[in-house]
């Protein structure tokens, strides 16, 4: 059976009271079903489809639907969480819900139809609450990781007012980031996304930039590296000058919030064996390579030459 630290009762009821104190009016049975994924129990399963077990609640049984299937042994703790196969609801009647399977790539459908099996569970997130509470396990678990190796961190606020860009730039330069990041930073005019890096960590005289990505859903073994597009952005994918490395959380693929690869913010060529890819682009011409841009995709495996394990490791080598 898989370790999990154990949480006292005592622990527990002061954790869910101060959820009940801020958000009046919930119960703790709403909290629950805010939280935990609707998990529905497959009954029968026929190639692409299936059907599911007698499930009372219908507020989010409609077709159309999406969630995961995901192995009924992690509950015991048995194996970690992972997704077997992605699927969607295709119908509802009385006390039957049919749906089926499917994956971007065919080889990984064929792959979760030969592992799938009776009484593994359909997940839905009932109110969209599972990315976000994700994202904030992902990112609270970088923060004591980085910690653990000896790293001081602070976390870049979010959705910065356009007003506030100021002050925080003003702190930047007070904390001794070099000038040439400072003129990177003051080449972008919009708000968005500003400072267009998730953390600041220092050790020593080391002060260094990280941004905090997920592995690719539809493919766990490529990373997940994207930047909105608008302002100084020509594609979806980061630009490799706003930050000095990268954090990708291997969850999907672990089952651990804390495993972590870390690779390098720079561009891989003759000089830079351990950077990562550039994005393409196709033109009328052909492909031709966005030397500034980040590959949204790249191949995402501690050991190959860009992914490391440590944060030391990849600060070595900026």
């Not at 077990?53 to 194996?79: D, F, M, Q």
């Not at 990708?248 to 720079?266: E, H, K, M, Q, Y």
């Not at 031709?288 to 992914?307: I, K, R, T």
Request: one cysteine or more.
């Amino acid at each position: 059976m898989l370790s999990a630290k154990k949480v006292g009762a005592d622990e527990a009821v002061l954790f869910v009271t101060e959820l009940l104190k801020r958000y009046q009016g919930i119960t703790f049975e709403l909290l629950k079903k805010a939280i935990i994924p609707l998990r529905l129990e497959l009954a029968q399963i026929d190639d692409t489809t299936f059907q599911t077990g007698i499930e009372r609640e219908i507020v989010h049984l409609v077709p159309g639907r999406t969630g995961k299937i995901a192995p009924k042994r992690y509950l015991s703790g048995l194996v970690p969480w992972r997704e077997i196969l992605k699927a969607r609801i295709t119908d509802s009647k009385g006390n039957r819900v049919s749906g089926e399977f499917y994956m971007m790539h065919k080889s990984d459908l064929r792959k979760g139809l030969k592992e799938v099996q009776l009484e593994d569970f359909f997940e839905m997130d009932r109110f969209g609450v599972t990315s976000k509470l994700e994202s904030a396990l992902t990112e609270m678990a970088f923060v004591d990781v980085a910690q653990e190796q000896g790293y001081s961190v602070q976390k870049m606020p979010d959705n910065l007012a356009i007003d506030a860009k100021k002050y925080l730039e003003r702190y930047l330069k007070q904390v001794g980031l070099p000038k040439a990041i400072l003129d990177i930073l003051e080449k972008d005019t919009r708000a968005k996304g500003w400072p267009n890096f998730d953390f600041l960590i220092g050790k020593g005289n080391i002060l260094k930039r990280v941004e905090v990505k997920s592995l690719w859903g539809t493919d766990t073994s490529k990373a997940r590296l994207i930047h909105s597009l608008g302002g100084r952005w020509k594609t979806s994918s980061c630009r490799f000058e706003d930050q000095d490395l990268f954090a990708v959380n291997l969850w999907l693929r672990t089952g651990n919030i804390r495993d972590f690869a870390f690779a390098p913010s720079i561009l891989r060529d003759n000089k830079h064996l351990s950077g990562l890819p550039a994005a393409t682009s196709r033109t009328a011409k052909g492909k031709v390579f966005l030397d500034d841009y980040v590959h949204q995709n790249p191949d995402c495996e501690v050991g190959n030459g860009s992914w490391f394990a440590t944060l030391d490791e990849v600060v070595e080598l900026i």
